[in-house]
């Protein structure tokens, strides 16, 4: 049987895996300086604390979603490397699960600096 590993070793996988697909995938990179702008932005125009705990909520989702999604993309492509209709069906889901993190991150976004901006360009 496997040995148990230890809890540094278990941060040390997950920090691996999250540094792997940053270097690996483009819209890992792009979610990471989105999100570092919006919250510069967030601290710009004063956001309240719990304004800024919804914003750090859909940004932990959609990257959440792509990591796993580069996940089964990396088990697709183990077990699946030839073109087949069910691993064009998971890879297109979980596509669909960050586009819809993705989306859903811009709406919440727009609804909590619409207000500030507003009076910001209105001084
Ligand atoms: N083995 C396969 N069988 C069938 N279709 C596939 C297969 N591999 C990829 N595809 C199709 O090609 C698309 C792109 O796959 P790919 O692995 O290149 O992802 P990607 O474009 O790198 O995604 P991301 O931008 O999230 O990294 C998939 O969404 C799927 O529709």
Redesign the pocket.
Known sequence: MKPASKWSDTFRYAAEGIVTALK????MKIHLLAAVAVLLAAAYFRLPGRDVALLLIVIGLVIAA?LV??AL?AV??LV?????????TA??T??GA?LVAAIIAVCVGCLLFYEPVMAYFQQ
């Open positions: 690996s995938e483009r819209n792509e999604n580069t993309e697709v492509d699946s490397p030839d073109w087949h209709p069910l691993a064009k890879k297109d979980a596509a960050v």
